[in-house]
């Protein structure tokens, strides 16, 4: 069974973060939630939701204050972590290897341990602090994957945009396969 670590942060959008979950879930992967302090304002602001509903929707929820949980050690394996959505005050620490909660700790962690570190670093526009954070992220071996909507999959409505973006996320942890979503095929479709 896989096992991946989902963070919300303050940034907007936690309804990525509430999706991914659900979709790991489908997928029977054991999902470890932290939500930061912020990340609970705007989780509830955005989508009515709190404690409960994020209790339900991870098989274990971790305080973010709790600095000495399972998730905040590297000899707790698992097999990557999201950040959905990532504010960019935890991009910058996770760039600078500030860990000063659950969320900037596990993520620290993730990458000493060298595996999958996806951040939905989410703002706009974005200032020169803000992409030389991207760039070190990046070079430290995490994956900058700001949530920005395909308009070749023709999206009807925001849950198909949301959808669309969760399952390019678990793309890039390993936990779909060719069917989890219509997939571009080229313009008009290709053969083969
Ligand atoms: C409604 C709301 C929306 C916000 N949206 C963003 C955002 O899109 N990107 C961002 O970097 N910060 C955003 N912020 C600010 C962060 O919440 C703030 O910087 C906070 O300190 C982040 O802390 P955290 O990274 O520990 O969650 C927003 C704040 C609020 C209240």
Not at 26 to 40: C, D, F, L, M, N
Not at 46 to 63: M, Q
């Amino acid at each position: 069974m896989k096992r991946i670590v989902v963070a919300i942060t303050g940034a907007t959008g936690a309804i990525y973060g509430l999706r991914i979950l659900a979709l790991l879930r489908e997928r029977q992967v054991e999902t470890h939630a932290v939500v930061s302090r912020a990340g609970w304002l705007t989780l509830h602001d955005e989508t009515g939701n709190g404690r409960a509903a994020l209790a339900r929707a991870a098989d274990v929820l971790h305080e973010h204050q709790a600095i000495g949980a399972s998730i905040a050690s590297g000899s707790f394996r698992h097999d990557g972590m999201v950040i959905a959505p990532c504010s960019m005050k935890t991009l910058a620490a996770i760039a600078h290897g500030l860990d000063d909660n659950l969320v900037t700790r596990a993520a620290d962690v993730t990458l000493k341990e060298r595996r999958r570190l996806i951040l939905l670093a989410r703002e706009t526009p974005l200032t020169l602090a803000h992409l030389d954070n991207m760039t070190r992220v990046t070079q430290m071996g995490g994956v900058v994957m700001p949530p920005l909507p395909a308009f070749y999959a023709k999206p009807t409505d925001i849950a198909a945009l949301v959808d669309y973006t969760a399952q390019r996320v678990l793309d890039q942890l390993g936990c779909s396969d060719e069917a989890s979503y219509a997939r571009w095929r080229g313009i008009g479709g290709e053969r083969g």
